[in-house]
């Protein structure tokens, strides 16, 4: 549905996009995650008509974005960072409009603008000024301009960003709503919002693309060993004594002390890719007296990744095998 | 041209859902007013002297009358039509709504001649204004309609012009302030640029006489219309809008 090769902009000496390459499929959703000034908004422009491209091509439902630039925009829905509303427009008149220069046909658009007010929550707000809106309304207005004409690709440059974490819920739940009619991009600072909404995830920086994955399988990737996280109360043993009886247990490669009030003492107890050693580790527990105060498997979360992936001298081994956390007490 | 109307409409929805209109055809109509009551009044004056004077021949409703009040409208072109302009390409790229406009199946042309054609009709609202005193000047005399009809046809034409540059002049900033003073400044150099013309070569006095917009509507307050003046001003309207294109054009290159 989308496919980008070579994208390459260039600002005279800046390079802001440098030869991207990747692939979206028909009802997929796409995270796009990068720090800021990583090249998300300058993709999205290219790929939505906005800006041409410096090298490489575009290719949107069919479409060269750069040689047929009205056949690919009327396929293209696109929610810029902030939401292009008129102020002195109310929230319909505004959808009017843009259902016209969408090319909505004339008697399809009141039926059109009812049906993206209602899918987007905004009917209340359909004779207020658009400025006059709340920051969130203003976000679901702009989605809302965004789906008017049914387009077959929705890009969506944060789509989440300034609204509370109730409208956060909402507005993710129509994102994957939409994913079986449409084909959708997304940008987003927020980590987690990448993994709960999107299939597959381009991780972009300094205009480069630095990993492309499913979050699940980017988590696995840099997840070398397996750990857990267990908080004992040693009931007055020697932390290192415990932390050796943990040490002896088949399997375990590595015990970490991670953190110590009092007489509880949290672990973080490496082992082999695959194995599962929480019966063996929650026995020994138990056996050696000591309370057993919670055990939880620790993952890398995608922010770890994240910046993983974008710090310089990670980016340049990518797939990393091991994540040392904290500092070694028994080796 | 479904977008181009859309456009047009869009842009004279949002002259009146904001201040501008208002402003600038209240201003428009008050100076208009009083460039009337002034030249009316000194009409009627100099006619009643021409009556006391022996029995001249009456005084030309057309010539002493229409002809100066309509000249003075150029003044009220140059002042308020940078307020009409200025933010039509301004205000769009400073609150991002230059991106919808840009990402949907709409050409630069078909934006361009909506935003082109939606200032023409705020334009023609404040002609408008201006009919009704010479409607009132039919009420009571009996001026000749001909000339009146090509003096607006020259109007409007010199309408054009200014706001084909004035949209060229908003589409290279993002401040409306800006657009609006570089926009009266240029205006008002076209206006003086032959002030040059009687101190220097003959070369020069033709060039910047060929330049001035405003000579030209001398003719068509006389009733002339000559299409060497016609094509003059739809040429520069051309020219704007096409300079106004490539400006656009020339702004997604560089992002």
């Given at each position: 549905m989308i496919e980008v090769q070579h994208l390459t902009k260039r600002y005279g000496p800046i390079t802001a996009v440098d030869d991207v390459n990747f692939r979206v499929e028909r009802g997929e959703i796409l995270g796009f995650l990068g720090p800021n000034g990583a090249g998300k908004t300058t993709t999205m422009r290219i790929l939505t008509g906005y800006m041409p491209a410096t090298e490489g091509r575009a290719i949107v439902a069919g479409f060269d974005v750069f040689d047929q630039p009205i056949e690919a925009k009327r396929r293209t829905g696109y929610l810029p960072e902030t939401p292009p509303l008129y102020p002195d427009m109310t929230v319909s008149e505004y959808l009017t409009f843009v259902a016209k220069i969408k090319r909505v046909p004339a008697a399809d658009r009141r039926q059109r603008v009812g049906a993206v007010m209602e899918r987007t929550r905004v009917s209340d707000m359909a004779n207020r000024l658009c400025s006059k809106l709340s920051k969130g309304y203003r976000q679901r207005v702009g989605l809302a301009q965004a789906l008017i004409h049914n387009p077959d690709v929705l890009i969506l440059d944060e789509p989440t960003a300034g609204l509370d974490p109730k409208q956060i819920i909402e507005t993710r739940r129509l994102i994957k709503e939409l994913a079986g009619d449409h084909t959708i991009i997304l940008s987003t600072h927020i980590l987690p919002e990448v993994a709960q909404t999107c299939q597959r995830v381009v991780i972009i920086n300094r205009g480069r693309v630095v990993a492309v994955d499913t979050p699940d399988a980017l988590t696995a990737r840099l997840r070398g060993s397996e750990t857990m996280y267990v908080q004992v109360d040693a009931m007055g043993a020697d932390a290192t004594l415990a932390a050796m009886t943990l040490q002896r247990i088949p399997g375990v490669t590595r015990v970490v002390e991670s953190d110590r009030r009092d007489l509880v003492v949290g672990y973080e107890v490496e082992s082999d890719?695959?194995?599962?050693?929480r019966r063996d580790l929650s026995r020994v527990v138990v056996s050696s007296g000591w309370g057993l105060l919670e055990l939880r498997p620790m993952r890398m979360s995608l922010e770890e990744i994240f910046l993983e992936l974008t710090t310089e001298e990670a980016a340049a081994a990518a797939p990393v095998a091991e994540v040392p956390v904290g500092e070694p007490v028994n080796g | 041209m479904g977008n181009i109307i859309a456009i047009a409409q869009k842009e004279l929805k949002s002259y009146f859902s904001s201040p501008i209109a208002y402003i600038v055809i209240g201003l428009w109509a008050f100076l208009y007013g009083w460039f009337f009551i002034n030249i009316l009044a000194f009409f009627v004056r100099q006619s009643m002297q021409m009556g006391q004077f022996s029995g001249q021949q009456a005084m030309n409703v057309n010539q002493q009358l229409i002809r100066p009040l309509l000249q003075n409208v150029t003044i009220l072109d140059l002042f308020l039509l940078p307020m009409v302009t200025m933010r039509t390409y301004a205000e769009e790229k400073r609150s991002g709504t230059i991106e919808l406009l840009l990402t949907s199946p709409v050409s630069d042309f078909e934006i361009i001649m909506g935003k082109f054609l939606g200032a023409m009709a705020l334009y023609t609202v404040m002609l408008g204004v201006t009919l009704l005193h010479v409607a009132l000047l039919f009420k009571f005399g009996t001026p000749e309609w001909k000339p009146i009809v090509t003096a607006y046809i020259g109007l409007l034409l010199l309408g054009g012009c200014f706001i084909a540059l004035g949209l060229l002049i908003s589409s290279l900033t993002k401040n409306q302030i800006v657009a609006g003073m570089v926009t009266f400044a240029v205006f008002l150099m076209l206006w003086i640029i032959t002030w040059i013309g009687s101190f220097s070569g003959p070369t020069v006095d033709k060039l910047t006489q060929y330049l001035s917009i405003i000579d030209r509507l001398d003719d068509f307050n006389k009733g002339v219309l000559d299409t060497s003046h016609l094509i003059y001003y739809l040429s520069f309207i051309g020219f704007g809008l096409f300079l106004t294109a490539k400006s656009v054009d020339t702004e997604r290159w560089r992002g």
């Amino acid at each position: 549905m989308i496919e980008v090769q070579h994208l390459t902009k260039r600002y005279g000496p800046i390079t802001a996009v440098d030869d991207v390459n990747f692939r979206v499929e028909r009802g997929e959703i796409l995270g796009f995650l990068g720090p800021n000034g990583a090249g998300k908004t300058t993709t999205m422009r290219i790929l939505t008509g906005y800006m041409p491209a410096t090298e490489g091509r575009a290719i949107v439902a069919g479409f060269d974005v750069f040689d047929q630039p009205i056949e690919a925009k009327r396929r293209t829905g696109y929610l810029p960072e902030t939401p292009p509303l008129y102020p002195d427009m109310t929230v319909s008149e505004y959808l009017t409009f843009v259902a016209k220069i969408k090319r909505v046909p004339a008697a399809d658009r009141r039926q059109r603008v009812g049906a993206v007010m209602e899918r987007t929550r905004v009917s209340d707000m359909a004779n207020r000024l658009c400025s006059k809106l709340s920051k969130g309304y203003r976000q679901r207005v702009g989605l809302a301009q965004a789906l008017i004409h049914n387009p077959d690709v929705l890009i969506l440059d944060e789509p989440t960003a300034g609204l509370d974490p109730k409208q956060i819920i909402e507005t993710r739940r129509l994102i994957k709503e939409l994913a079986g009619d449409h084909t959708i991009i997304l940008s987003t600072h927020i980590l987690p919002e990448v993994a709960q909404t999107c299939q597959r995830v381009v991780i972009i920086n300094r205009g480069r693309v630095v990993a492309v994955d499913t979050p699940d399988a980017l988590t696995a990737r840099l997840r070398g060993s397996e750990t857990m996280y267990v908080q004992v109360d040693a009931m007055g043993a020697d932390a290192t004594l415990a932390a050796m009886t943990l040490q002896r247990i088949p399997g375990v490669t590595r015990v970490v002390e991670s953190d110590r009030r009092d007489l509880v003492v949290g672990y973080e107890v490496e082992s082999d890719r695959g194995r599962d050693i929480r019966r063996d580790l929650s026995r020994v527990v138990v056996s050696s007296g000591w309370g057993l105060l919670e055990l939880r498997p620790m993952r890398m979360s995608l922010e770890e990744i994240f910046l993983e992936l974008t710090t310089e001298e990670a980016a340049a081994a990518a797939p990393v095998a091991e994540v040392p956390v904290g500092e070694p007490v028994n080796g | 041209m479904g977008n181009i109307i859309a456009i047009a409409q869009k842009e004279l929805k949002s002259y009146f859902s904001s201040p501008i209109a208002y402003i600038v055809i209240g201003l428009w109509a008050f100076l208009y007013g009083w460039f009337f009551i002034n030249i009316l009044a000194f009409f009627v004056r100099q006619s009643m002297q021409m009556g006391q004077f022996s029995g001249q021949q009456a005084m030309n409703v057309n010539q002493q009358l229409i002809r100066p009040l309509l000249q003075n409208v150029t003044i009220l072109d140059l002042f308020l039509l940078p307020m009409v302009t200025m933010r039509t390409y301004a205000e769009e790229k400073r609150s991002g709504t230059i991106e919808l406009l840009l990402t949907s199946p709409v050409s630069d042309f078909e934006i361009i001649m909506g935003k082109f054609l939606g200032a023409m009709a705020l334009y023609t609202v404040m002609l408008g204004v201006t009919l009704l005193h010479v409607a009132l000047l039919f009420k009571f005399g009996t001026p000749e309609w001909k000339p009146i009809v090509t003096a607006y046809i020259g109007l409007l034409l010199l309408g054009g012009c200014f706001i084909a540059l004035g949209l060229l002049i908003s589409s290279l900033t993002k401040n409306q302030i800006v657009a609006g003073m570089v926009t009266f400044a240029v205006f008002l150099m076209l206006w003086i640029i032959t002030w040059i013309g009687s101190f220097s070569g003959p070369t020069v006095d033709k060039l910047t006489q060929y330049l001035s917009i405003i000579d030209r509507l001398d003719d068509f307050n006389k009733g002339v219309l000559d299409t060497s003046h016609l094509i003059y001003y739809l040429s520069f309207i051309g020219f704007g809008l096409f300079l106004t294109a490539k400006s656009v054009d020339t702004e997604r290159w560089r992002g």
